[in-house]
Every structure is written in structure tokens, then in C-alpha cells.
């Protein structure tokens, strides 16, 4: 039995809980889900992102800048680094996803195998077996997590969740599908279906699970408290007698602490 304790097991139970709370669709799984966002509150937010950092530890950073509209400082952007991107995150309450081959994991149990059908190119009806990993909480059935995806080019991603929402102007009346193609950077697409009407139901947000939900504000704040000191000491002041700075993380160097697998690049 691996320890429970120490610094190492404690990076690890945090990086786990982040991740799992994280929606990471892999090329060709449809997500089935409902929106706990009904896209008029602070469980989405759309804004810009610095992308800091190289290859494996290459991340996405919330322009504090953008989040504000001006009234906090963002220290990368003050480094003189202005590239940034559009993407957005949302609560969602994921019921099952459907993925193209069964469980990887040869310890896990095996998914339910399912026929999907779907309009083919030509516009025939086609017919795929697919494999449903089903999703449920301690508290009930389906599980929050927390999707963010770039805006996309001309916001082509982000536009489809607008449509959606337009359609009724609660994203929590219908039940969804998010398909995602490809794998990469530059290969991945997204399509937001809106599969039937079916809201919400309203018990759902009751649940323990669900109201100690973050704003996704603060899940973006969170990934910012790596970067920036936070008014931590800087062991310079006439307390110790220092009189050098020492040298602090920036963001165009971060610490390893600050690198995050790249499962979260996209
Ligand atoms: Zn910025």
C-alpha cells in the first residue's frame, strides 16, 4: 500500500481531485449530459487565457485582466506577453459518455455496449456500436464536472453553446450531446447537439454535490495562485536583513509546481 502521508501523496490527492473534476473527452466520445449552468450565472464564464510555459508543462492561465475588465492587474500581462486566447468553462452534470472502444482500463469493469444512430455524410442513417461509461455521484445519478475548451476560431466552439442557448434561453431545459473529433491542438472539433427537451431536474440542485460546486471563476483564480505570489514574504525585507530579492517564479519561467499534465492543453 502506496503512503498516505508527506508531500508527495499530498500533490497527488490534490492533482486527482482537479483532475477528476475536470470533463476530458477523448477523440470520438460523445458526452450525454445537462447543463447545471442555466447560462445566465456565475457557473460559466467565457474570458482569456495566457498560455505560459513549454510542451508538458504548457497551461492555461486566466487573464486577470480580461476576467475584471480591467480593475485587477494581470502580471503576465505585464511581463509583455498579450497573447491570449478565448475559452470558456461551465459546470455540467455528465449522465453517460459514449465512447468509440470499451474501457481501456483492463482492471476497470467493461461499458454497456450500445448501437448508435446517426446521420452519415450522405445523409443516410448509419449505425455505430459504441461502449456507455455511465457517471453517478454518491449523491445520485450523474456527475459535475467542469468542461473548458478554447472559444474556438471565430468562436466556433463557443457559438454553438450560444445557439443553444438562445433556443430557449435556459441551457438547463434540454438534455445535450458534445462530440469531440480528434485529439490534438490542432486536429480537435467540437459539436454541441441538443438532443430532446428535457429539463433539469430541479432536486438535482439540492444536492450536496452540487452546491459545493466552485464558481468557475474561482476554479480559474485557482490555476493563478501557482503563478503569482499571492503577497507571500519575499524573505527581502528588513525582517531578515536581506537586501536582494531573491528570484521569483515568472510566469515565462514557472515552477515545476505549476505544470500540469497535458491532458489539459486543450
Ligand atoms: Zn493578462
Request: hydrophobic share 35%.
Amino acid at each position: 500500500m502506496s503512503k498516505n502521508y508527506g508531500m508527495d501523496a499530498g500533490n497527488e490527492a490534490m492533482s486527482t481531485s482537479d483532475f477528476s473534476s475536470r470533463l476530458r473527452p477523448k477523440a470520438g466520445d460523445r458526452v450525454r449530459f445537462h447543463f447545471l449552468t442555466d447560462g445566465n450565472d456565475p457557473w460559466l464564464v467565457a474570458t482569456r487565457f495566457h498560455r505560459v510555459g513549454d510542451g508538458m508543462s504548457a497551461r492555461n492561465i486566466v487573464c486577470l485582466n480580461a476576467l475584471t475588465f480591467g480593475d485587477e492587474q494581470c502580471q503576465i500581462c505585464d511581463t509583455g506577453d498579450t497573447t491570449r486566447r478565448k475559452m470558456f468553462g461551465v459546470w455540467v452534470l455528465v449522465e453517460y459518455i459514449l465512447h468509440p472502444q470499451d474501457n481501456p482500463d483492463d482492471e476497470g469493469e467493461n461499458w454497456e455496449q450500445k448501437t448508435l444512430k446517426y446521420k452519415g455524410d450522405d445523409g443516410q442513417e448509419k449505425t455505430r456500436t459504441v461502449f456507455m461509461e455511465e457517471f453517478a455521484s454518491a449523491e445520485g445519478p450523474g456527475e459535475a464536472k467542469l468542461l473548458h475548451i478554447p472559444a474556438g476560431r471565430q468562436g466556433v466552439w463557443w457559438n454553438q453553446f450560444h445557439k443553444a442557448f438562445m433556443e430557449s434561453l435556459d441551457l438547463r431545459k434540454h438534455f445535450y450531446e458534445l462530440y469531440r473529433v480528434g485529439s490534438g491542438r490542432d486536429d480537435t472539433d467540437w459539436t454541441l447537439t441538443t438532443l430532446k427537451e428535457d429539463e433539469l431536474d430541479k432536486a438535482i440542485l439540492e444536492r450536496a454535490d452540487i452546491q459545493a460546486l466552485t464558481n468557475v471563476e474561482d476554479v480559474f483564480r485557482a490555476g493563478l495562485s501557482q503563478m503569482s505570489t499571492n503577497n507571500s514574504p519575499l524573505g527581502t525585507d528588513s525582517v531578515d536583513g536581506e537586501e536582494e530579492p531573491e528570484a521569483m517564479p515568472t510566469p515565462a519561467n514557472p515552477t515545476p509546481e505549476a505544470a500540469e499534465s497535458a491532458a489539459d492543453l486543450i
